[in-house]
């Protein structure tokens, strides 16, 4: 097997499990139809760093499905999960999966269309190699795999291929988040005033990886977020890359025992002049 068939077969299993996880949050308008906010006792909806930062059981059964269909392939490839932790496997390869099941749970408890699933693959040398994010309540999926380039589809349409902002930041969308502790917010919100200053608007959509994958098409032109977790850049950052978008990783995996900056794009400015200052590799 060529490398190229190697990664077209990664590739081709981290869209299945992606489908997988996305096919349990597209239950969602069965359980509240019309956007309406999802009920709190009958989904197992907890809180984990805050009490706006949620957690259900749409989260950990999507994360069940996306582990099924990679164990079933890939047996002896470690899985990263946000729900479920890092699992340990007999004769691993050296290839770890990383997986969001549901990136945007406030947006999916209160019935914003802003979420999905983020499947991303590490190989033995530390490079990411795939990634897949699919949307279900938009019917959209972005994918790549390195150096075979990035592509994105709605409803199963033909793939189109990415290649990033085509504009001046000066009239272009700068896309962010922010914490849940109020003392990271504020700094945030001070870095996010600075970069702003470049952009022609700002957009907080709630769902870090679908922003990077907005970036990757064009539809934004930077995104950047302070203190986010592995597991909500690890896909879409590999379709940025393969879009031709440069990509900073925060230096850990871990926001928030290491917070850090991510950024995707050219924000106008300098990461270092950023508060908080960004990590040295």
């Known amino acids: ?16 499990a992606a489908a997988a996880g996305a096919a349990v949050l597209a239950e969602r308008d069965a359980a509240a139809p019309a956007g309406q906010p999802l009920d709190h006792r009958r989904h197992g909806i907890t809180t984990k760093s805050s009490e706006s930062d949620f957690v259900t059981d749409f989260d950990k059964r999507a994360e069940d499905r996306v582990r099924q269909v990679i164990s079933a392939h890939r047996p002896h490839d470690v899985i990263s999960g946000e729900e479920h932790g890092t699992t340990v496997v007999t004769s691993p390869t050296g290839y770890r999966w990383s997986i969001d099941p549901l990136d945007g749970t406030t947006n999916f408890v209160r019935g914003i269309v802003y979420y999905g699933t983020s499947v991303g693959l590490q190989d033995p040398e530390g490079q990411w190699i795939v990634g897949v994010v699919a949307a279900p309540a938009l019917g959209k999926e972005w994918w790549a795999a390195r150096g075979l380039g990035a592509f994105t589809a709605r409803n199963g349409s033909t793939p189109v291929p990415l290649s990033g902002p085509q504009g001046e930041i000066s009239s272009g969308l700068l896309g962010t988040g922010f914490g849940y502790d109020p003392e990271r917010k504020a700094q945030q919100a001070q870095s996010v005033a600075a970069m702003n200053d470049h952009f022609g608007n700002i957009r907080r959509l709630g769902a870090a990886a679908l922003d990077i994958c907005m970036v990757a098409e064009g539809a934004q032109d930077a995104y950047a977020e302070y203190g986010i977790q592995e597991h909500d850049w690890a896909g879409a950052a590999v379709i940025a890359e393969e879009a031709g978008v440069p990509v900073r990783r925060p230096v850990s995996a871990d926001g928030a025992q290491t917070p850090d900056w991510c950024i995707v794009g050219e924000i106008g400015m300098a990461p270092d002049q950023l508060q908080p200052a960004p990590r040295r590799p």
């Open 1 to 16: 097997m060529t490398d190229t068939e190697m990664l077209e077969q990664l590739l081709a299993i981290a869209r299945e």
